[in-house]
Nanobody
Framework: VQLQASGGGLVQTGGSLRLSCAAS????????MGWFRRAPGKEREFVSG????????DYVDSVKGRFTISRDNARDTVYLQMNSLKPDDTAVYYC?????????????????WGQGTQVTVSS
């Protein structure tokens, strides 16, 4: 099972990026998906989650109104559209597949993890 995250890069404050996470070798169409991030010197934290059918989404307060999570089950891909980026958003972003249909903020509820993609926001 593989989750391939992509779309990271270097962007200026106020800029946008769209992260993608594609699944291979199995489908996660019946599973929640999530995005987490680890900033330098900090622990990995929940960013956003989406239910199996996209009907429920969840965001950490610091990204509400700026980030949008979505999924395309036909492509086994989940996205994170990030707008109005701030230097505090600088981190390695990880996608993960949940054990259940509905998302959780608990990392223990996610069973497969992507390799991470670096997002750097310059001031």
């Amino acid at each position: 099972v593989q989750l391939q995250a992509s779309g990271g890069g270097l962007v200026q404050t106020g800029g946008s990026l769209r992260l993608s996470c594609a699944a291979s070798r199995r489908t996660f169409r019946n599973n929640a998906m999530g995005w987490f991030r680890r900033a330098p010197g900090k622990e990995r934290e929940f960013v956003s989650g989406i239910s199996w059918n996209g009907g429920n989404t969840d965001y950490v307060d610091s990204v509400k109104g700026r980030f949008t999570i979505s999924r395309d089950n036909a492509r086994d891909t989940v996205y994170l559209q990030m707008n109005s980026l701030k230097p505090d958003d600088t981190a390695v972003y990880y996608c993960a597949a949940g054990r259940k249909a509905y998302s959780s903020r608990n990392q223990a509820d996610f069973m497969y993890w992507g390799q991470g993609t670096q997002v750097t926001v310059s001031s």
